[in-house]
């Protein structure tokens, strides 16, 4: 590839990199960068509204589900059910100002479909900043490094998970039996320190990336999405049976861990990338506001009852994952297994999407022999990159607060309601927008401030290891 026919290509706006079975991964992921692949007003070849909502749902649901108990203790039983309702209104309004930029833009360039990063480029060329507009493109550049950021965050949560949930299946692998209602103490067999588990799956993940066409992954991510589907089905089963009274959790958690929750609730919704390439990809994209607001409505409820059913079930001794919190029974363990299945197999669709915006920018600078062992190469680093930053952050609650604080609050919540001014600036917009606009970018700023240096600053401080376990809660 040309370093000329790299600069002519077409921005990848990749955030989501699921599809559905019936299609492969590469030509969904392939479709999202093209726009000419896409008619605005309806492609027969598009997506049904259905099968735009299951992509929906599928992209907003991951680690950051099971890690929204804890956030819920970060923030009180009380503030952390409002808290988390209050950020999915304002997320789903900034995925709403994206989509009706957009629109703008491509009315007004004639164009059939226009990307999240191509959206805040041609926002800042209206603005009436001449300094924004001659470095526009730097627009664009941000958006891409926030992606970058946020899905290579996503592939260290993606350790992190991995290791501490085979850490916990294998140590109580002895005393694991086929009673799952006693709550019977475990005493845990030591194996290896959590770091080293997460080395032991490097090698097979820089394998699994090295498939770079990802239609030979389209059965495991069929596979993925079931075992998860399943495991979310069983944990509810279990955290709806005698919750205990909620009297003894405090409705207003400490101040300094506010804003790890923070962090964790807008992991959780940092879905705003996939939204316009989900509407552009459908037959009929005038549905698409009933499904976006429709399918939010369905993940904030989701959300709701996971973050406030999984902390009144465990209370104090909730972990980063709700899964390591689950009895010490084969049925539950299975859980675990199933759902770190999914977590490999969605690694690599996760991996694909910085790979895509990476990749290429090596591969154009040497000879054309050599692209194949350079695109492998490069390919291992990040691989082995996002396994050293796992292995440096090895708290799974503090690397999805950290990847919330710093990528996700602005993609989410800062960038969409400065590309609002800058879009209908010149063009009249109310002072009321101005300053709600204002408003909501202030908010993800302090956010995304106040909840990296927190984040940060429980890195650094010393934790104990948990010792022993029960059957249905761990004790630290």
Known sequence: MSTQRLRNEDYHDYSSTDVSPEESPSEGLSNFSSPGAYQRFGDSNGTTWLQTLIHLLKGNIGTGLLGLPLAVKNAG??????SLLVIGIVAVHCMGILVKCAHHFCHRLNKPFVNYGEAVMYGLETSPSSWLRNHAHWGRNLVDFFLIVTQLGFCCVYFVFLADNFKQVIEAANATTNNCHNNETVILTP???????????LPFLVLLVFVRNLRALSI????ANVTMLVSVVMIYQFIVQRIPSPSRLPLVASWNTY????GTAIFTFEGIGMVLPLENKMKDPRKFPFILYGGMFIITCLYLSMGCLGYLQFGAHIQGSITLNMPNCWLYQSVKLMYSIGIFFTYALQFYVPAEIIIPFFVSRVPEH????????????????????????PRLDLV????????????????????EIATYYSEGISPLTIFK????????????????????????????????????????
């Open 437 to 476: 606009d204002a408003l909501i970018s202030i908010l993800g700023f302090v956010g995304f401030v106040v909840g990296t240096y927190q984040a940060i600053y429980e890195l650094i401080q010393p934790t104990s290891a948990p010792l022993v376990i029960t059957s249905t809660s761990a004790i630290i």
């Open 191 to 201: 194996t290896m320190d959590s770091r080293l588990y997460m080395l032991s799956f």
């Open 259 to 262: 804003p790890l929750f923070f």
């Open 77 to 82: 039983i009380l503030m952390g059910p409002l």
């Open 400 to 419: 999805i607060s950290l990847v919330g604080s710093v990528s996700s609050s602005a993609l989410a919540l800062i960038i969409p309601p400065l590309l």
């Open 220 to 223: 495991f991510s069929l596979l």
């Open 370 to 393: 050599f692209g194949l062992v350079v695109d492998l190469f490069v390919r291992t680093l990040l691989v082995c990159l996002t396994c050293v930053l796992a292995i440096l952050i």
